[in-house]
């Protein structure tokens, strides 16, 4: 393409050589444009070689759109302009233009971008084609010469449109356009400039048979294009400046010829070479240009040019014109410059823009060479990097990556190599055999290396030593929870097995219970007390069985499943896992998880668990497995078969109080940057949190509302100590942590020193014994340097820790802030959400204090009952069902309500037929209360409408309420009962006895009727939850009439 740009320029310069040959006119005026000798010489040229550049492509079009146009001018320009009046004494060419009084009016060329300046060569795209032929029809005549105008931003479309709707005689003194110019979308001021040559471009589009726009493409077919895409068309000007004009009014619009006014350069005759300013602001210019070379190499050659064929810098016009035309300003700054008349303001402003060019070349000089600096340097690296690995390869110093790679897998598996199963070894050493045999260019070796990556990476057959104290261990589960009994001693249990077996194996305890009241972080304390690593997940909604199991190797970043995650991790093979929210469980496409944690949780099956990825059994049966849940009903039976299940019921009022003073209230002092002396909550106001705002049966609610209150109290501290005691603990605090991260990370490598010298003592064959022997000794004493530091690190904490609390008391405020019950604590906390469960200070007849079990605790259940109709006479004996709603009830029927469910519907309807017949039993022949169900239709409610409610344990306290209602006898006072009735009256066991009991001394009842079968639930009870309370165990009804109704006031 660049040579027939080439081509297409040679012809058009003989093509305006020949056509330019003639003598100067008398008085016209002469413009320069440089040439080198070899231009010069072209010039003799023949003139026939201009037909075949009308053939150049639509890359031609856009060689006068370039940055930096005047040089591609002057490039092209070399053969394309010629004059008959010989050279100056600098070679330069003259080209001779008309004489202003011969040319009032011109033909109009408009510009699209970058005016013309006068001296410069630029070629111009026109598209109107009766422009292009005016203008050859003059270069036939003989020299063609045109006024270039710069369109205004934004008008060239709104007066190209204008243009071609005139009509066709040209005549611009039209009456519909008096008040306004077609000419005024162009600026006033252009350039009188002689048209040099003339080069048709083709135009290769086509429109097919459905009307679209196409152009060939490169196999030589043809392609759509958009309507509005160049496919060429119309010619390339090339047009030379003369001098400056402005324009005074349209003659003709189609094409458009205006009149115009010639303009010499203002105080051109008054330069003197005795004006200094002028001087010295030419030879700035001069200096200019000159660091522009430095910065743009583009404009050597430019400038070149004019040094050895135009000497003449003494000049002001021109050298300004010349100035403003090596500039890449934009359009309305040249457009100024061509405005300019005036000589000095001219080289004025064009210094002004030389200035902004020399600074915009610096900039990108500089950007340049900082790119070719950093690409030169990662070269400069990159080789010396090659050369380095070539000459350690040479002398033996470094092997190739997948040697090193292989020695840094079997380093890895060192440590594991003597206890690890015979198939893990063989599995290792396949995969190394194959990693050897294959490209690190591959997918198949960057799975290999992952795959080798876990491999190595899991402790086969490497435990942590234990501590199998009993009484250590209880002094660390005493010290994280309070109450608890139950778990802590089957840990303790679980310690004694080991201690007597010497060994211990892994187990699955379950620990069920609401929420807050400590399954998740019991284990941690279990790991603590066992001194075992603790590793946690939560399968709460996990639907995805390889996040049990691992994923196949065939998938794009497949990886293992969280159990081999936990040993990697841990670097250990009996860690304490915990499996929090087990009771979650999802199932979705991906498979069922709670199946996958069958062979988890199968202490006959995790010690050859196999996992999707390694596809190698590896031993869990030393894991120490702690799941927790709220409930159990959600768990899969086989699931739940293969736990050991401990129950969490809640905390009573005294634990939960216990719990606050020694954990909770400590825990928010520390995170609120409290001292201990600071701040306080008093009895009685602990007492109202935990009576009025956090009856929940954990203790979690409780903490979050001691942090609300020191955080207040904080708030306060803060105001009166000011910012200078803050930046001292915290100082101190940033301390205190940067020393127990260092004592964490000592730890760390003291554990991998100690498994490495375990690893070399156990080496059997003594010539590697004794070649190592130096190795050993060295490793050893390492691991005594680590015990020393470990040492001073541990000291160094607990100084940290001493300052914390030094920082603390030396800011601390005189005045202790107590927070106190009342109104004090209302405001810290709110107003509390509960006043008292008792809605009743003594039942009337018909309503009865039930106790109810749900996923919170305890609570406390009221079941009222009354008679919504008496219908005289009428003995409609119903049959016990749901009354429904109506309108006007019969006797015998029952009406129940408060969002009970199924199982609660069906105790109220055997309930009522029972009553019905106990009643009819016990009441005197001829009594009132004998026909009571025969003649009343009954309302059974329980409040709280708004929470769902089931259950069978609330039938035994529905017939209770019946009974009172019918016999008008109301219930003994403190009194409450739970149990399921059958319609013998046969009083059936319940569950959650420690949640209900809990409930009971909440809410003040001093007296419970249990079913018999809960004696056994009830004996295991602690004497701190029993204290206070007469329990009485029924085993029918009769029992409970006893106790709760045939009583004496």
């Not at 190394?432 to 086969?460: C, D, H, M």
């Not at 109450?483 to 620990?511: C, H, N, P, S, Y």
């Not at 942590?737 to 100690?754: I, Q, S, Y």
Request: charged fraction near 30%; aromatic fraction near 4%; charge should be negative.
């Amino acid at each position: 393409m660049s040579s027939q740009l080439r081509q297409a320029a040679r012809a058009v310069a003989r093509c305006a050589s020949a056509s330019q040959r003639r003598p100067p006119v008398p008085g016209q005026t002469d413009s320069f444009v440089p040439f080198s000798g070899a231009t010069r010489r072209g010039l003799a040229s023949d003139a026939h070689v201009a037909s075949g550049a009308r053939s150049v492509t639509s890359d031609a079009r856009s060689h006068g759109r370039r940055r930096f146009p005047w040089l591609g001018s002057h490039k092209r320009a070399r053969g394309f302009a010629s004059a008959s009046t010989g050279e100056t004494a600098g070679g330069g060419v003259l080209v001779t233009s008309g004489h202003p009084s011969s040319h009032p009016q011109v033909l109009v060329v408009p510009l699209n971008r970058r005016p013309l300046m006068p001296g410069v060569i630029m070629p111009v795209r026109v598209t109107d084609e009766r422009l292009i032929a005016e203008v050859e029809e003059m270069k036939q005549r003989g020299q063609a010469y045109v006024g270039t105008f710069l369109r205004r931003r934004g008008d060239s479309s709104a007066a190209a449109m204008s243009a071609s709707s005139d009509s066709d005689d040209g005549n611009a003194d039209d009456s519909s356009n008096v008040n306004w110019d077609p000419s005024d979308d162009m600026h006033d001021m252009g350039t009188f400039a002689q048209v040099q040559s003339v080069i048709r471009i083709p135009d290769i589009g086509e429109t097919d048979e459905d009307g679209d726009k196409t152009m060939p493409d490169s196999g030589g077919g043809k392609k759509k294009v958009d309507p509005d895409e160049d496919t060429g068309g119309g010619a390339t000007l090339l047009l030379l400046g003369h001098r400056r004009l402005r324009k005074t009014h349209t003659v003709r619009q189609d094409p458009m010829v205006v009149r115009v006014e010639h303009l010499p350069d203002k105080n051109a005759q008054d330069l003197t070479d005795d004006d200094d300013i002028l001087k010295a602001t030419a030879n700035e210019v001069v200096a200019t240009i000159k660091d522009l070379l430095k910065v743009n190499p583009l404009a050597k050659e430019t400038l070149q040019y004019f040094a050895q064929r135009f000497q003449d810098f003494q000049d002001p016009a021109k050298l300004a014109d010349l100035a403003a035309s090596m500039c890449s300003a934009d359009d309305h700054a040249l457009q100024e410059i061509l405005d300019t008349v005036d000589v000095r303001e001219r080289l004025s402003a064009a210094l002004v823009l030389l200035k902004k060019e020399v600074e915009l070349g610096k900039l990108q000089a500089d950007i340049g060479r900082r790119v070719e600096e950093k690409i030169s340097g990662d070269q400069r690296r990159y080789f010396l990097m090659e050369q380095l690995k070539s000459i350690k390869k040479e002398l033996g110093m470094e092997r190739d990556d997948k040697t090193a790679l292989a020695e840094k897998f079997m380093d890895k598996f060192a440590p594991f190599r003597d206890r690890a199963p015979a198939h893990a070894v063989k599995t290792i050493e396949e995969e190394l055999q194959k990693l050897a045999g294959l490209e690190p260019s591959s997918s198949e070796f960057n799975v290999t290396r992952n795959y080798l990556e876990w491999l190595t990476s899991i402790p086969w057959g490497h435990s942590s030593e234990e501590r199998l104290d009993i009484e250590q261990a209880r002094e660390v589960l005493d010290a994280d929870h309070y109450g608890l009994d139950d778990v802590k001693e089957r840990i303790l249990e679980f310690i004694a097995v080991g201690q007597l077996r010497g060994t211990t194996q892994g187990k699955i305890i379950t620990m069920v219970g609401p929420p807050g009241v400590g399954k998740t972080s019991i284990g941690q304390s279990i790991a603590r007390a066992l001194d075992r690593k603790f590793f946690r997940f939560s399968v709460g909604g996990l639907s995805d069985v390889a996040e049990i199991k691992g994923h196949r190797r065939t998938y794009v970043g497949a990886m293992p499943g969280k159990l081999v995650q936990c040993l990697k991790t841990t670097g250990v093979n009996n860690p304490v896992v915990l499996i929090d929210e087990v009771d979650k469980l999802g199932r979705g496409y991906q498979g069922d998880p709670a199946s996958a944690l069958l062979e988890l949780l199968d202490p006959e099956q995790n010690g050859s668990f196999l996992d999707h990825y390694l596809d190698v059994p590896v031993d869990l049966s030393k894991v120490l497995f702690v799941c927790t849940a709220n409930v159990l009903d959600t768990i899969p039976g086989p699931l739940l078969d293969r736990m050991e299940v401990v129950r969490l019921s809640g905390y009573i009022a005294d634990e939960k109080r216990a719990i606050a003073r020694t954990y909770l209230e400590k825990t928010a002092k520390e995170r609120s940057g409290i001292g201990d002396g600071e701040a306080t909550v008093s009895d009685g106001a602990m007492d109202a949190l935990i009576e009025d705002y956090c009856r929940e049966a954990g203790v979690r609610n409780l903490q979050k509302h001691l942090e609300k209150i020191y955080r207040k109290v904080a708030l306060k501290l803060a105001k009166a100590k000011g910012p200078e005691a803050s930046k001292k603990v915290g100082d101190a605090r940033a301390r205190c942590a940067e020393a127990e991260k260092a004592v964490e990370t000592l730890e760390e490598e003291l554990r991998k020193a100690r498994l490495a010298e375990s690893h070399a003592k156990r080496k059997a064959n003594a010539a590697a014994a004794a070649k190592s022997d130096h190795r050993e000794k060295k490793k050893e004493k390492s691991a005594e340097t680590l015990e020393a530091e470990l040492a001073v690190a541990e000291a160094a904490a607990a100084a940290a820790r001493d300052e914390v609390r030094a920082a603390l008391d030396s800011t601390a405020v005189r005045d202790q802030v107590v927070v106190t019950a009342g109104d004090d604590l209302v405001e810290y906390v709110g107003q509390p959400p509960f006043q008292t469960d008792r809605i009743y200070d003594t039942t009337p007849p018909g309503v009865v204090t039930g106790l109810a079990w749900t996923s919170m605790g305890g609570s406390t259940l009221y079941v009222e009952c009354t008679a919504i109709h008496r219908n005289q006479g009428d003995g409609d004996g119903g049959d016990g069902g749901d009354g429904g709603g109506a309108s006007r009830a019969h006797g015998g029927t029952l009406k129940t309500t408060g969002q009970l469910g199924d199982v609660m519907r069906e105790s109220s309807s055997i309930a009522h037929t029972f009553a019905r017949r106990f009643v009819a039993e016990k009441a005197a022949e001829g009594s009132e209360a004998r026909d009571f169900f025969d003649a009343n239709a009954l309302h059974l409610h329980v409040p709280a409408g708004s929470t769902p409610k089931d259950g069978p344990s609330a039938g035994c306290t529905m017939v209770t309420a019946m009974v009172s209602l019918a016999t008008g006898k109301a219930v003994r006072p403190n009194l409450a009962m739970t149990g399921e009735v059958t319609l013998t009256g046969i009083v059936m066991p319940i569950g959650g006895v420690k949640e209900k009991t809990i409930a009971a001394r909440r809410s003040g009842v001093t007296t419970i009727l249990f079913p018999e079968g809960n004696r056994k639930d009830f004996a295991e009870l602690s004497d701190d939850v029993k204290e206070g309370l007469e329990v009485h165990f029924v085993r029918t009804y009769d029992d409970v009439y006893k106790h709760a109704l045939d009583w004496e006031e």
